[in-house]
């Protein structure tokens, strides 16, 4: 696959920032805005350990990679895999320096326990849309290891799944060539957020009702 205008893409790993807080997203990958807390430092470390490029397991019929570098025209997006898990298989594709056809499966390291949204699965099924493009090969189902429960959460890809990712996609490239940031709205997550303070959410509240007020302190 090749490479043209990659340098024009965006980060892949960015599009879990986009799901879980748009602004957040602008802020780090428009206005290259960064800092760490405790949560980023840990997230860091955790990936440290996994991102090893030249080392590579191998168990019976399966072998691991880990830091593998795809991208995906279709989206626009360049990446790097903490790991792909290869199980040899006739209906899979041929990988260099390796007999036979294998089936990847990519296994995605995360902090934490399983979320109740959908900005880690987001993520997640945007690599599977980049590794199939990488290797021209189908894959319909991706794992998440949480460091907080120390086991495999199965995630399967569903077209719904695959048309969010494309228009969250398109809509990504769109303010990036604009150059526009969103507006920033608080919410219960902010607190955990690094940005904070440079966001500074806008506090919101609920419109008082003019009658109930007359009610409750003139009558």
Known sequence: MGTENADDYLMLSGIQHDFFCKRQWALIHIEQYWKE???TVSGNILHKKVDQPFLKERRGNKFFSRAIPVISHKLKFVGKLDMVEFH???NGVE??????CWKPIIIEYKNGKPKIYDYDRMQLVAEVIALEETLKVDIDKAYFFYNDIKRREEVIVTDDDRNKVLEASKE???HFNLGSTFEGESHKNCSKCSLIEY????????????DNYLERFLL
């Open 37 to 39: 807390n405790e949560l």
């Open 88 to 90: 040899k298989d006739k």
């Open 95 to 100: 990988i260099n320096g390796e007999k036979g």
């Open 172 to 174: 990504m490239m769109k």
């Open 199 to 210: 966001c500074m959410p806008r506090v919101t509240k609920k419109k008082k009702n003019i």
